[in-house]
């Protein structure tokens, strides 16, 4: 049973980090590409950031400088490290792994940027 668990979120000020983590189990973590995605109130769900199996690494532009992702193969985990958070950074984040056709989701973890 893959399971793909999503830690890390929470309410932050403007100017502030989070990490979020996600923990992968029942897959062959180190074959995946993983990646964040996230998804606001009322909008699409978005391609936040990825990192394959061979650590490239891509960025929505809009978190291109701010956020930076990482794995570790050892812990089946990966990485969001998120700084300079702004209030349009809050929405709900999924870890998404895939692996050629198979495709799993989390069940997301909320991140919300507010005074």
């Known amino acids: 049973q893959v399971q793909l668990v999503e830690s890390g979120g929470g309410l932050v000020q403007p100017g502030g980090s989070l990490r979020l983590s996600c923990a992968a189990s029942?897959?062959?973590?180190?074959?995946?590409?993983m990646a964040w995605y996230r998804q606001a109130p009322g909008e699409q769900r978005e391609l936040v950031a990825g990192?394959?199996?061979?650590?490239?690494?891509n960025y929505a532009d809009s978190v291109k400088g701010r956020f930076t992702i990482s794995r570790d193969n050892a812990k089946n985990t990966v990485y969001l490290q998120m700084n300079r958070l702004k209030p349009e950074d809050t929405a709900v984040y999924y870890c998404?792994?895939?692996?050629?056709?198979?495709?799993?989701w989390g069940q997301g973890t909320q991140v919300t940027v507010s005074s």
């Open positions: 990192i394959t199996s061979i650590r490239a690494t």
């Open positions: 998404n792994a895939l692996m050629g056709v198979l495709d799993y």
């Open positions: 029942g897959i062959i973590f180190s074959r995946c590409r």
